[in-house]
């Protein structure tokens, strides 16, 4: 094991990542799901701004092994029959996964499709490889813990690296249905959204999701629960209809067909990056090279 990558991650920031991340506390029960919503998806978070400075280095760190070289997760991570398993599985998680969502911007978005997406993802396919009494996605692994509203949030993210690449569309699939179901059996319920294929596999779901703002009105776990779902649903229709996600094609310098195109305008929620940034993304794939993590302009580095 990288010695340097364990102590740029230790239990103590993995802990830290995992608590920073989730939008309530582990033994919380939330009368107002959708708020908690909310403020996970669209709140700008003093707990997350703070453990910018502590990631940072460790995702500089594993930027530079290449993704032939990478570590074995788990070594990072206490025994996986342990009771800390699942949180800092979480957090590692949210580092490898949410971590470059929310600190890289301009050249250095990326190194979000284009490396830290793969590598989020093969963790959680390791994850879920595991026998299901021990997979950190199993309400068996929470319930003596946490409680049942907080397990929905940590499953969801945990199953976010599925939904974020681009080649993963049918495991997203599998993983969210599952997360379906563990909501209809405990409150004997049916997603109303499985009879509603006009709304699920709407084209332009994710931007109209994404541009509400959350779940509105009297909102509990299931119907918060469920809108969750949904959004984790409307990923699905671009990759159908185009096989990527358009708005990624500016930060992996790819070039946009007419009907993408169209489909940006119609969202009328994306919004393309400066142009300097698009050359100099372009650019550095056309020399076969990658522009260090934090290279330009980035105050952590």
Same mark, same amino acid.
């Given at each position: 094991?990288?010695?340097? !990558? ?6 103590? #920031? ?9 939008? @309530?506390?582990? &033994? ?21 701004? /703070? @453990? ?17 070289? #990478?570590?074995? =997760?788990?070594? $990072? ?5 342990? !009771?800390?398993?699942? &949180?800092? /599985? !979480?957090? #590692? &998680?949210?580092? $490898? ?18 490396? %830290?997406?793969?590598?989020? $993802? ?16 199993? =309400? ?12 929905? %949030?940590?499953?969801?993210? %945990?199953? &976010?690296?599925?939904?974020?690449? +681009? ?15 563990? @909501? ?24 109209? #999701? *994404? ?15 469920? =809108? ?31 009907? +993408? ?23 550095? *794939?056309?020399?076969?090279? =990658?522009?260090? !993590? ?8």
């Amino acid at each position: 094991m990288d010695a340097e !990558l364990r102590s740029l991650l230790p239990p103590s #920031l993995l802990q830290q990542a995992a608590e920073s991340w989730m939008a @309530i506390t582990k &033994t919380e029960e939330v009368p107002d799901f959708g708020k908690a919503v909310k403020k996970m998806l669209f709140s700008h978070d003093d707990k997350v701004s /703070a @453990i910018r400075p502590k990631v940072w280095p460790a995702l500089g760190h594993i930027s530079k092994l290449g993704a032939d070289y #990478l570590p074995d =997760w788990f070594s $990072l991570l206490p025994p996986v029959e342990s !009771l800390d398993f699942p &949180t800092q /599985a !979480l957090g #590692l &998680t949210m580092i $490898l996964d949410q971590a470059p969502r929310n600190f890289f911007q301009g050249i250095d978005q990326r190194w979000v499709g284009g490396y %830290f997406d793969d590598i989020s $993802l093969g963790f959680a396919r390791s994850l879920q490889n595991l026998t299901p009494d021990l997979r950190p996605t199993s =309400w068996n692994r929470w319930k003596d813990t946490a409680s049942f509203e907080y397990f929905i %949030f940590a499953r969801m993210s %945990f199953g &976010t690296p599925f939904v974020h690449n +681009e080649n993963a569309s049918e495991e997203a699939m599998v993983y969210t249905d599952e997360t379906r179901t563990y @909501i209809e059996e405990r409150f004997n319920v049916r997603d109303p959204i499985r009879e509603q294929p006009e709304r699920r596999w709407d084209l332009l779901g994710f931007p109209k #999701l *994404i541009s509400s703002g959350g779940p509105e009105g009297d909102v509990d776990i299931v119907k918060g629960g469920f =809108w969750l779902l949904e959004l984790m649903d409307v990923h699905k229709p671009p990759l159908d209809k185009f096989g990527r996600y358009p708005y990624r094609n500016w930060h992996l310098g790819r070039d946009m067909t007419a009907e +993408e195109e169209a489909w940006i305008r119609d969202a009328g929620f994306f919004k393309a990056p400066p142009d300097e940034v698009c050359r100099r993304i372009r650019a550095d *794939i056309e020399a076969g090279i =990658w522009s260090p !993590l934090g290279s330009v302009g980035n105050p952590d580095v």
